[in-house]
């Protein structure tokens, strides 16, 4: 079966930072890049970056631009966001899912608001507050 399972969350005062991992196992990620997304309380899901599989390419969204870093190991089938510089306004439910190579642009360029993917991890919970 199709699992990811985050991890990394927790409680850090702002300007601090949190290494997130997401470990992909029960199938082939070949065809799919990763995509990190966050839920703060009662706001709608949205992009935060994406990196591409086989070419290692990383998007970020304006708002985590300069203070988040994507990063994947294919060995390990593990991929991780380190972010630093952390605001209260990052607080929230820090997901990861498959993104299909042919919906890359859509999700990880444009950050459509429709996050239509099949497969997520069941988030981790990332609280910035002093």
């Known amino acids: 079966q199709v699992q990811l399972v985050e991890s990394g969350g927790g409680l850090v005062q702002p300007g601090g930072s949190l290494r997130l991992s997401c470990a992909a196992s029960g199938f082939t990620l070949d065809g799919y890049a990763i995509g990190w997304f966050r839920q703060a309380p009662g706001k709608e899901r949205e992009g935060v970056s994406c990196?591409?599989?086989?070419?290692?390419?990383?998007y970020y969204a304006t708002t985590v631009k300069g203070r988040f870093t994507i990063s994947r190991d294919n060995a390990k089938s593990t991929f991780y966001l380190q972010m630093n510089g952390l605001k209260p306004e990052d607080t929230g439910v820090y997901y990861c899912?498959?993104?299909?190579?042919?919906?890359?642009?859509?999700?990880?360029?444009?950050?459509?608001?429709?996050?239509?993917?099949?497969?997520w991890g069941k988030g981790t919970v990332v609280t910035v507050s002093s």
């Open positions: 899912a498959l993104v299909p190579e042919t919906q890359l642009f859509r999700i990880c360029l444009l950050w459509s608001s429709n996050l239509d993917m099949d497969y």
């Open positions: 990196i591409d599989r086989r070419q290692g390419t990383q």
